[in-house]
């Protein structure tokens, strides 16, 4: 209750602002395990009590991306003159190397620099293949565009984009995405679709703002074009989003196992002064956590207390708990109505088997579950009454199931065994027999189907999915069907059962 | 969640409850029509063939216990003392009393409405003491299906009997108890007095 109640108080603290009124210090950074907690930050009590709920041992080291700084202090202007001198006021290098200091000089925390997340996406194998792939397109479009095929390198560009934003080259390699970008505009321009060339050489300066290029190299209007691509971009780009959306940061976050990406960019203002925009994305809540933008004259005052503050608001994990719960695998039960049918039954037609069942499946690895399920099934006569008794009958199902997840669903394959165990079972075709019992002198006893197992054994297959409702809770549908064959001589009266399950489940 | 997610639940919904429907209608149809305990009611028209009541009453209680599975009918023809169905005749008592006789080769036509059976057994009056081969036919009353009308027919030769035929209205009454199955075997059934056929 008590560390609720602090809990609370430092939220409602970070929320107001109140944990950033420290001054910077340049403090060294203490390796956790050494670092004693009592002398390590001077924060008000509750603040300290909430910073000791873990020991330092326990807490995890948060890590940090800082994706490469996007500078669009730019003039349309100067787009066609390659040696126009940059702009003095902003110093990108300076600029980056303080935002890699503050992030470092925190405890807990490790940071990716922006080099290290352009190598981290350069050296995957499988992101590398689809970029060769996406630079084959380009040269092919360029041979196209040149040859004065313009379709044909339109179709080869846009798979060439597609494939190069497929592997975040606009953050580990802008220039060769960007050069597939603008090839894709003067395509279309040159082909006179003005419109979609105008969005796509949009997205090009997205990528690199500062692209020049050489007076004359293009028609004219094609450089129109580009002059109002470039002009578009400045005035209604949106600059604090650099890479994209919250899903696709969420993606490079994910692969490069980091819990926060930081995206840094340069802009000058609607008065023509450079600012600074630096964004906060928190891959875990997967949301922007800061949001600011800072005139470049302050930048390097502010940005500590704006990245000290976020900092400070994104709680350190525990070791322990991160560790037992990357071991927790979780678990799935649900409950559900139950149908089922036999293909082989000794009866003239299909008798019916209806009840509910009940299951738990836990993850072991990605992909592979293990299974188990209990079914309880009441068959109801037939039609014809030809089984003489309704009777009762459990069903234990276990195995391993193949899964699949697509966003809110998970599908799944689960082959298994078996056991079904049977209540009293008598079936006839002779009416004397299911009017008068079948003891009855009238009845004839060769036309009498029992059981004489009352258990049968066999092989399982379901196939199914579960759709998940918010975070816990998830609709089960499946299908499934069994084959018995043990006791060998006692399958041919009842086999083959087919049947449907839906229900609601509950992920622990 | 996006409503083309949604759609796609619905649909599967949808395809969930079909399935079960198109499973369940192979076999959910109710075909028991003629199952229960049947008296008749009214005195018999057309030939003398079940006569006199014991006791003095003018005929006797005639009661159908049937059990239809498809087309399939099992059951027994009961005989009472009076149409007052308050005592059973009684297949202990001495021989001449006949007491039942189990229905053979019942079948049930949905088509037509009409349940067709034979008796190999007594009929109290005309042929207590006699086991003959008997044909009952009998129609579903279309517009209340707890009446049916129809004939009994002596089909045995060479009795006396022969191709005489009775009408009867039977109403149903209530369903079958394990009490409205007994037919005993009657009293020197050994000695040859197989009335009703057991």
């Given at each position: 209750m008590a560390a609720c109640i602090v809990r609370c108080v430092t939220v409602a603290l970070c929320a107001s602002g109140l944990l950033n009124t420290r001054p910077a210090r340049a403090q060294p950074r203490v390796p956790p395990r050494a670092q004693p907690t009592t002398q390590r930050i001077a924060l008000p009590p509750s603040v300290e009590l909430l910073r000791t709920d873990l020991t330092d041992a326990q807490k995890r080291v948060r890590r940090v991306a800082i994706l490469p700084l996007r500078n669009a202090v730019a003039r349309a202007s100067e787009m066609l003159a390659p040696t126009a001198p940059r702009d003095a006021a902003v110093d990108l290098v300076r600029l980056e190397q303080r935002v890699i200091d503050v992030l470092r000089s925190r405890d807990f925390v490790t940071v990716m620099t922006p080099s290290a997340v352009q190598r981290r996406l350069a050296s995957d194998a499988g992101m590398a293949a689809t970029a060769r792939a996406a630079q084959a397109r380009y040269r092919l479009g360029l041979e196209y565009y040149l040859g004065l095929s313009s379709a044909q390198a339109i179709r080869?560009?846009?798979?060439?984009?597609?494939?190069?934003?497929?592997?975040?080259?606009?953050?580990?390699?802008?220039?060769?995405?960007?050069?597939?970008?603008?090839?894709?505009?003067?395509?279309?321009?040159?082909?006179?679709?003005?419109?979609?060339?105008?969005?796509a050489l949009k997205?090009?300066?997205?990528?690199?703002?500062?692209?020049?290029?050489?007076?004359?190299?293009?028609?004219?209007?094609?450089?129109r074009a580009l002059h109002a691509a470039m002009t578009d971009y400045l005035s209604t780009g949106r600059h604090s989003r650099p890479y994209g959306s919250a899903a696709r940061l969420g993606n490079i976050a994910k692969k490069l196992s980091v819990d926060a990406v930081i995206?840094?960019?340069?802009?000058?203002?609607?008065?023509?002064?450079?600012?600074?925009?630096?964004?906060?994305?928190?891959?875990?809540?997967?949301?922007?956590?800061?949001?600011?933008?800072?005139?470049?004259?302050?930048?390097?005052?502010?940005?500590?207390?704006?990245?000290?503050?976020?900092?400070?608001?994104?709680?350190?994990?525990?070791?322990?708990?991160?560790?037992?719960?990357?071991?927790?695998?979780?678990v799935f039960m649900d409950t559900s109505a139950?149908?089922?049918?036999?293909?082989?039954?000794?009866?003239?037609?299909?008798?019916?088997?209806?009840?509910?069942?009940?299951?738990?499946?836990?993850?072991?690895?990605?992909?592979?579950?293990?299974?188990?399920?209990?079914?309880?099934?009441?068959?109801?006569?037939?039609?014809?009454?030809?089984?003489?008794?309704?009777?009762?009958?459990?069903?234990?199902?276990?195995?391993?199931?193949?899964?699949?997840?697509r966003g809110a669903f998970r599908f799944w394959l689960r082959p298994g065994f078996d056991l079904h165990a049977f209540g009293k079972f008598f079936a006839s075709i002779d009416p004397d027999c299911k009017l008068f019992g079948e003891s009855h002198h009238l009845c004839d006893a060769g036309t009498v189907r029992t059981l004489q197992q009352d258990l049968l054994m066999g092989f399982h297959l379901a196939a199914g999915t579960h759709v998940a409702l918010g975070r816990r809770f998830f609709v089960?549908?499946?299908?499934?069907?069994?084959?018995?064959?043990?006791?060998l001589s006692n399958t041919d009266d009842l086999n083959f059962p087919i049947g449907v399950q839906a229900g609601l489940g509950y992920r622990f | 969640m996006v409503p083309r997610t949604r759609r796609r639940i619905v649909r599967a919904g949808l395809t969930v409850m079909v399935t079960f429907v198109a499973?369940?209608?192979?076999?959910?149809?109710?075909?028991?029509?003629?199952?229960?305990?049947?008296?008749?009611?009214?005195?018999?028209?057309?030939?003398?063939?079940?006569?006199?009541?014991?006791?003095?009453?003018?005929?006797?209680?005639?009661?159908?216990?049937?059990?239809?599975?498809?087309?399939?009918?099992?059951?027994?023809?009961?005989?009472?003392?009076?149409?007052?169905y308050d005592v059973p005749r009684q297949a202990a008592a001495p021989s001449f009393e006949c007491a039942c006789a189990f229905v053979h080769n019942g079948t049930w036509n949905a088509d037509s409405d009409r349940l067709s059976f034979t008796l190999n057994g007594c009929l109290p009056g005309a042929a207590t003491k006699e086991q003959l081969f008997v044909r009952g036919n009998f129609v579903l009353d279309p517009g209340n299906s707890s009446v049916m009308t129809g004939t009994i027919a002596v089909e045995q030769l060479p009795s006396r009997l022969y191709q005489r035929e009775q009408e009867w209205t039977f109403e149903r009454v209530e369903g079958v108890s394990q009490s409205d199955l007994a037919c005993e075997r009657p009293v020197h059934a050994d000695d040859g007095n197989v009335a009703n056929g057991q």
């Open positions: 080869s560009l846009e798979e060439s984009v597609r494939l190069y934003r497929e592997v975040y080259r606009d953050v580990s390699s802008p220039k060769a995405y960007a050069d597939a970008q603008f090839m894709l505009g003067v395509s279309l321009v040159d082909a006179g679709n003005a419109p979609q060339g105008h969005v997205a090009a300066f997205a990528i690199s703002p500062q692209r020049r290029f050489r007076q004359g190299f293009f028609p004219p209007r094609v450089e995206t840094v960019a340069v802009r000058n203002d609607k008065q023509g002064n450079a600012e600074v925009l630096l964004s906060a994305y928190h891959a875990r809540r997967n949301r922007f956590e800061a949001d600011v933008a800072l005139p470049i004259s302050a930048t390097m005052s502010q940005l500590e207390g704006t990245l000290t503050r976020w900092l400070d608001c994104v709680p350190i994990q525990s070791r322990v708990g991160a560790k037992s719960k990357s071991r927790s695998k979780p139950a149908y089922a049918q036999f293909l082989v039954q000794p009866t003239r037609k299909v008798f019916h088997s209806v009840g509910f069942a009940a299951g738990v499946s836990q993850l072991v690895r990605p992909g592979l579950e293990w299974f188990a399920r209990v079914n309880m099934f009441t068959s109801l006569s037939d039609p014809n009454r030809d089984l003489l008794h309704a009777f009762n009958s459990v069903r234990l199902l276990a195995g391993v199931s193949f899964v699949l997840k089960s549908t499946h299908v499934s069907g069994s084959a018995y064959i043990f006791p | 499973l369940c209608s192979g076999g959910c149809d109710s075909s028991n029509v003629l199952g229960g305990v049947w008296r008749a009611v009214g005195p018999p028209t057309g030939d003398v063939l079940i006569g006199r009541g014991l006791g003095g009453k003018s005929r006797p209680g005639v009661e159908l216990v049937l059990g239809q599975y498809g087309s399939s009918v099992s059951g027994l023809l009961r005989f009472y003392r009076s149409p007052d």
